[in-house]
């Protein structure tokens, strides 16, 4: 059962029901006003296992949830970034025996209401965060701590060229970066705060902040933080 906010009233109302019980999954706003959710995990029951691979999509207009297209490969704790042409960029997956291939992106298509694959990221991440630069390119930073043995993605972040459609690798941030958040401020670059010292082994990246500047494609430290920061958020203020 979903439901929506009203900020005016600060009421919540019920917004109909999925199709499938979900766990691990995103929400992505698309330019038509629907709502497209992908992905599950079956940790959560034996009746969120079909919710790996069928999307699907509500309609505020009718408050009901359909069956979109299926993905083509399975998802859960993965990314979803709504790009500047419309389509959507979902990579990385999380879980065990989750995926035939845990690199593979997909584009999903609101008007053909189809995926597609799309190029395969350089590393495996799972339950990372990604953000729309301003250019239109889709950046990530940090891996899970979910994963294990591949701890050399928690210093190399990535960017997605829908123009090309490739993944490349830029310059690593100063410190590990685990359970992070990612924030576009309104210059267009990005910030980076919180880490996680049990996967990491290191407090630094729990505290200092970094900032990625996608013109010159480089990292600066962005200050330090009262309090150790892990598994946060970061909100961009008016």
């Known amino acids: ?41 079956a940790g959560c029951s034996a009746a969120c296992t079909p919710g790996r691979t069928i999307s699907e999509i509500y309609d505020p207009a009718s408050n009901q949830w359909s069956v979109a297209a299926t993905t083509q490969n399975d998802r859960a704790f993965h990314s979803a970034v709504l790009l500047l042409n419309g389509k959507v960029l979902v990579s990385g997956v999380a879980g065990s025996g989750l995926g035939a291939n845990r690199t593979m992106s ?10 597609t694959l799309a190029a395969n990221s350089t590393q495996y991440r799972s339950d990372v965060p990604a953000v729309l630069l301003k250019d239109g390119r889709v950046l990530k930073v940090g891996q899970s701590t979910s994963v294990t043995g591949v701890t050399g993605a928690a210093t190399t972040p990535e960017l997605y060229d829908p123009v090309t459609n490739t993944w490349s690798t830029i310059s690593p941030t100063n410190y590990r970066r685990a359970d992070n958040s990612l924030t576009v401020l309104n210059n267009g670059k990005v910030l980076v705060v919180g880490a996680n010292y049990n996967y990491l082994g290191n407090f630094s990246g729990q505290t200092i902040a970094e900032l990625y500047d996608p013109v010159v494609g480089n990292w600066t430290i962005a200050g330090t933080n009262t309090y150790s920061r892990v598994g946060n958020e970061t909100a961009l203020l008016n």
């Open 1 to 41: 059962i979903a439901e929506i906010y009203d900020p005016e009233t600060a009421t919540w109302a019920l917004a109909g029901t999925l199709t499938h019980p979900r766990r691990g999954q995103t929400l992505t706003l698309l330019s038509n006003g629907q709502v497209l959710v992908v992905g599950s995990y």
């Open 106 to 115: 997909e584009l999903y298509n609101p008007e053909a209401k189809t995926w």
